[in-house]
């Protein structure tokens, strides 16, 4: 089988916020047999201008973003809001466009979120990561909804050494991020983050793992407003590749 | 019923901050979701699938001949005796409600669960015009008494504790008070008993309308439905006209959607088909039957890009599966309908500029989507509707503008990449030795109020996979 050639699509907020989740997807899609290449141009999917009715700038930014990884075997992102653009919503921003449909389609059909691609493309066997002790697993909306991600992370994770896996209750609901809704309506957001949270701590895992680096950063920082300094929120990607 | 959605952020504020509420809605929770799921998971899930999708496109068809089938409605059911009658909006439905009470002398109207009657705001038009209105749905009694609006379209009064509504029974009812479910069922039955049995018009909704028999169906659960719709010598039934579908086949294909999305019910306690008065030789049923078919907004999204929303069944899967609705319940949303669907109802029927919140004020989580019986796209609407509001200027000039600054950017990556180098820094110094943001300026405030934002680790990816050396081209 020749090598798949992967363009890693870090994502606007693991850039700026968490790189270090970047780096273990990066190690993750080798440790798979990935050939990977990191566009050095690439900034945003174009969803926070689509998610507000701001069709232009998408546009622009969907635009820019196949014209980077249309080379490519596969696109991956450690984020299932961004996969879930690119594989779901870039056909709507072209809709009726013969050529530009045609890129966004075939680049769609080889866009994937991490986890996803791991086990149903690279069918990666072994994890490089360990961790000792118990994980639950928050589905993130747009990975499970849109792209059907919700055995993958928990298959993977059932192979790193240590880690004991335990379902909170409604882990499918929404965590209450939502893009700028976080923003726009912060005390509602707030609200649902603390439901989640409340659903974390009952599982008494001590990490709730995800894909996605909205929810993390509004399940992180209610935990730490709550007062909860202990429970650890870490992005799927990270555990799979943690070092002892 | 007074439209407040314009105020959603402070009615959501309010609710958050009533305790009350907030266990009475933690209490609602799940329930009726887990409901569907069982229901969904006995009947088959892949079944139940494919049930949607033919319900989806029996909607689908109904409504891309709306006209025809409602004019076929209308010679049918004329053909068996009803009266239809049409009204463009809430004002004239109301108008001709009056003119059928005045035509025969109408004193006292019993009326069965109706959203239409709440768009209409008909209760207020009755009682001014000298027609009593009693609810007999016991949710809707209750907030008849409370003088309240509802709070889900299936489920009334969900927003109400047991407590609250003892307190209600003792208030109107004058006996003792009770807190046994039972017993204050049977209690509000003997009231409503005599307002039965002495009015002599019922007023019900319509779950849908049958073209080829000209019949009314209706879906309840408490049988008061059949009261309204036999004994009084009148009966209105009063509906939007997108309610209607082509045969009796296809009312039956909705049937076995409808209860299990709503309340994971096999099939509802009563189903009712009404089709034309009491004939001669009937043993009951009204001696006249008006059928109000109301459009109040809805021809304008035939042919729109929301015209998806016509498909409603108004089963109430998409509030019982949106946690922005479990979070700060119906009321919140400051019109009829609340929850994803009334977020795309509230703006389409009563104005963009009236409802500007809704449309924002949700995740996009896609629950709604995947709970709806006939596939509706919600989150595709909502979207929809934030693209027309930026299309109108009807969102905030700071925004606009936030947005057409973090474009310019995103698209020339030199820009980015300081733009970002700098934000990690200045976060990263804000973070501290906690590496916590507990406040943010501008817009940011919105987050920091109820969360501390985990500052960035301080160097951008992009530098450091450049620092790594890996950087092939």
Same mark, same amino acid.
Request: hydrophobic share 45%.
């Given at each position: 089988?020749?090598?798949?050639?992967?363009?890693?699509?870090?994502?606007?907020?693991?850039?700026?916020?968490?790189?270090?989740?970047?780096?273990?997807?990066?190690?993750?899609?080798?440790?798979?047999?990935?050939?990977?290449?990191?566009?050095?141009?690439?900034?945003?999917?174009?969803?926070?201008?689509?998610?507000?009715?701001?069709?232009?700038?998408?546009?622009?930014?969907?635009?820019?973003?196949?014209?980077?990884?249309?080379?490519?075997?596969?696109?991956?992102?450690?984020?299932?809001?961004?996969?879930?653009?690119?594989?779901?919503?870039?056909?709507?921003?072209?809709?009726?466009?013969?050529?530009?449909?045609?890129?966004?389609?075939?680049?769609?059909?080889?866009?994937?979120?991490?986890?996803?691609?791991?086990?149903?493309?690279?069918?990666?066997?072994?994890?490089?990561?360990?961790?000792?002790?118990?994980?639950?697993?928050?589905?993130?909306?747009?990975?499970?909804?849109?792209?059907?991600?919700?055995?993958?992370?928990?298959?993977?994770?059932?192979?790193?050494?240590?880690?004991?896996?335990?379902?909170?209750?409604?882990?499918?609901?929404?965590?209450?991020?939502?893009?700028?809704?976080?923003?726009?309506?912060?005390?509602?957001?707030?609200?649902?983050?603390?439901?989640?949270?409340?659903?974390?701590?009952?599982?008494?895992?001590?990490?709730?793992?995800?894909?996605?680096?909205?929810?993390?950063?509004?399940?992180?920082?209610?935990?730490?407003?709550?007062?909860?300094?202990?429970?650890?929120?870490?992005?799927?990607?990270?555990?799979?590749?943690?070092?002892? | 019923?007074?439209?407040?959605?314009?105020?959603?952020?402070?009615?959501?504020?309010?609710?958050?901050?009533?305790?009350?509420?907030?266990?009475?809605?933690?209490?609602?929770?799940?329930?009726?979701?887990?409901?569907?799921?069982?229901?969904?998971?006995?009947?088959?899930?892949?079944?139940?699938?494919?049930?949607?999708?033919?319900?989806?496109?029996?909607?689908?068809?109904?409504?891309?001949?709306?006209?025809?089938?409602?004019?076929?409605?209308?010679?049918?059911?004329?053909?068996?005796?009803?009266?239809?009658?049409?009204?463009?909006?809430?004002?004239?439905?109301?108008?001709?409600?009056?003119?059928?009470?005045?035509?025969?002398?109408?004193?006292?109207?019993?009326?069965?669960?109706?959203?239409?009657?709440?768009?209409?705001?008909?209760?207020?038009?009755?009682?001014?015009?000298?027609?009593?209105?009693?609810?007999?749905?016991?949710?809707?009694?209750?907030?008849?008494?409370?003088?309240?609006?509802?709070?889900?379209?299936?489920?009334?009064?969900?927003?109400?504790?047991?407590?609250?509504?003892?307190?209600?029974?003792?208030?109107?009812?004058?006996?003792?008070?009770?807190?046994?479910?039972?017993?204050?069922?049977?209690?509000?039955?003997?009231?409503?008993?005599?307002?039965?049995?002495?009015?002599?018009? $019922?007023? /019900?909704? *319509?779950?849908?309308?049958?073209?080829?028999? +000209? =019949? %009314?169906?209706?879906?309840?659960?408490? @049988?008061?439905?059949?009261?309204?719709?036999?004994?009084?010598?009148?009966?209105?039934?009063?509906?939007?006209?997108?309610?209607?579908?082509?045969?009796?086949?296809?009312?039956?294909?909705?049937?076995?959607?409808?209860?299990?999305?709503?309340?994971?019910?096999?099939?509802?306690?009563?189903?009712?088909?009404?089709?034309?008065?009491?004939?001669?030789?009937?043993?009951?049923?009204?001696?006249?039957?008006?059928?109000?078919?109301?459009?109040?907004?809805?021809?304008?999204?035939?042919?729109?890009?929301?015209?998806?929303?016509?498909?409603?069944?108004?089963?109430?899967?998409?509030?019982?599966?949106?946690?922005?609705?479990?979070?700060?319940? $119906?009321? /919140?949303? *400051?019109?009829?309908?609340?929850?994803?669907? +009334? =977020? %795309?109802?509230?703006?389409?029927?009563? @104005?963009?500029?009236?409802?500007?919140?809704?449309?924002?004020?949700?995740?996009?989580?896609?629950?709604?989507?995947?709970?709806?019986?006939?596939?509706?796209?919600?989150?595709?609407?909502?979207?929809?509707?934030?693209?027309?509001?930026?299309?109108?200027?009807?969102?905030?000039?700071?925004?606009?503008?936030?947005?057409?600054?973090?474009?310019?950017?995103?698209?020339?990556?030199?820009?980015?990449?300081?733009?970002?180098?700098?934000?990690?820094?200045?976060?990263?110094?804000?973070?501290?030795?906690?590496?916590?943001?507990?406040?943010?300026?501008?817009?940011?405030?919105?987050?920091?109020?109820?969360?501390?934002?985990?500052?960035?680790? $301080?160097?951008?990816?992009?530098?450091?996979?450049?620092?790594?050396?890996?950087?092939?081209?």
């Amino acid at each position: 089988m020749p090598v798949m050639r992967v363009g890693l699509f870090v994502t606007c907020l693991v850039d700026l916020v968490r790189p270090r989740i970047g780096f273990a997807a990066l190690e993750l899609l080798e440790a798979a047999g990935c050939e990977v290449a990191v566009p050095q141009a690439q900034t945003c999917c174009g969803q926070p201008g689509w998610n507000s009715g701001e069709r232009a700038s998408a546009r622009a930014l969907a635009e820019k973003v196949i014209a980077e990884f249309e080379g490519f075997d596969y696109v991956v992102a450690p984020s299932g809001s961004c996969a879930g653009m690119i594989r779901t919503h870039y056909r709507e921003l072209f809709a009726g466009e013969g050529a530009w449909l045609a890129r966004a389609e075939a680049l769609a059909a080889r866009t994937f979120e991490l986890t996803d691609f791991l086990v149903n493309v690279a069918r990666l066997t072994r994890v490089p990561g360990r961790f000792a002790g118990t994980l639950t697993y928050h589905d993130s909306c747009a990975g499970l909804r849109e792209l059907g991600v919700k055995a993958q992370p928990r298959a993977l994770l059932a192979k790193v050494p240590g880690a004991a896996l335990t379902e909170m209750t409604d882990s499918e609901v929404c965590c209450g991020f939502g893009g700028t809704f976080s923003i726009k309506f912060g005390e509602i957001s707030a609200a649902m983050a603390q439901a989640k949270c409340e659903r974390i701590r009952a599982s008494g895992a001590d990490a709730v793992v995800l894909g996605d680096l909205g929810c993390m950063l509004n399940i992180e920082g209610r935990l730490r407003r709550s007062g909860d300094a202990a429970t650890r929120v870490l992005h799927v990607a990270e555990v799979l590749t943690a070092k002892p | 019923m007074q439209l407040a959605s314009i105020h959603f952020k402070q009615r959501a504020s309010g609710a958050l901050a009533n305790e009350r509420l907030q266990g009475n809605l933690k209490r609602f929770g799940s329930g009726f979701a887990d409901k569907r799921a069982a229901a969904r998971a006995a009947y088959g899930a892949d079944a139940f699938d494919e049930l949607r999708e033919a319900s989806a496109a029996i909607r689908d068809r109904a409504l891309a001949d709306l006209d025809a089938w409602l004019l076929r409605f209308e010679q049918e059911a004329t053909r068996r005796g009803a009266r239809v009658i049409w009204a463009e909006d809430a004002a004239e439905a109301c108008a001709q409600v009056l003119a059928i009470c005045a035509r025969h002398g109408l004193k006292k109207a019993i009326k069965s669960k109706s959203m239409l009657s709440e768009e209409a705001a008909l209760n207020d038009a009755l009682a001014a015009a000298g027609v009593q209105p009693v609810e007999t749905d016991l949710g809707e009694y209750i907030l008849q008494l409370a003088g309240e609006a509802p709070s889900h379209i299936i489920a009334p009064a969900i927003h109400k504790d047991l407590g609250e509504v003892s307190e209600l029974f003792v208030k109107h009812h004058g006996r003792p008070r009770s807190d046994d479910i039972g017993a204050m069922t049977r209690e509000a039955r003997e009231m409503l008993r005599e307002h039965f049995l002495s009015a002599d018009l $019922g007023i /019900s909704g *319509g779950n849908f309308l049958v073209a080829e028999t +000209g =019949s %009314v169906a209706i879906v309840t659960n408490e @049988g008061n439905g059949r009261m309204v719709t036999t004994l009084p010598r009148v009966h209105i039934a009063i509906t939007g006209i997108e309610k209607v579908v082509p045969t009796l086949e296809d009312l039956s294909a909705l049937n076995r959607i409808l209860p299990r999305s709503a309340t994971g019910q096999e099939i509802s306690n009563y189903f009712s088909i009404l089709t034309g008065p009491k004939r001669a030789g009937d043993a009951d049923g009204p001696e006249q039957l008006y059928v109000i078919l109301v459009d109040n907004g809805r021809t304008r999204l035939v042919g729109s890009a929301l015209q998806e929303m016509l498909r409603c069944i108004r089963c109430g899967a998409c509030m019982n599966h949106c946690p922005v609705y479990q979070t700060v319940g $119906g009321h /919140s949303y *400051g019109w009829v309908y609340p929850g994803p669907m +009334g =977020s %795309v109802l509230t703006p389409a029927f009563q @104005g963009l500029e009236n409802a500007l919140d809704l449309p924002q004020a949700s995740t996009l989580c896609g629950a709604c989507h995947v709970a709806c019986p006939v596939k509706i796209p919600l989150p595709d609407l909502l979207r929809t509707l934030r693209e027309m509001q930026m299309e109108r200027g009807l969102r905030p000039w700071a925004e606009r503008a936030a947005f057409c600054a973090w474009a310019f950017a995103a698209r020339r990556p030199w820009l980015y990449a300081l733009a970002t180098r700098i934000g990690a820094r200045v976060l990263r110094w804000m973070g501290g030795r906690r590496g916590m943001i507990r406040r943010l300026p501008l817009a940011g405030r919105g987050w920091t109020l109820g969360r501390e934002f985990p500052a960035p680790e $301080g160097r951008t990816f992009r530098e450091l996979y450049r620092a790594s050396g890996r950087q092939k081209a």
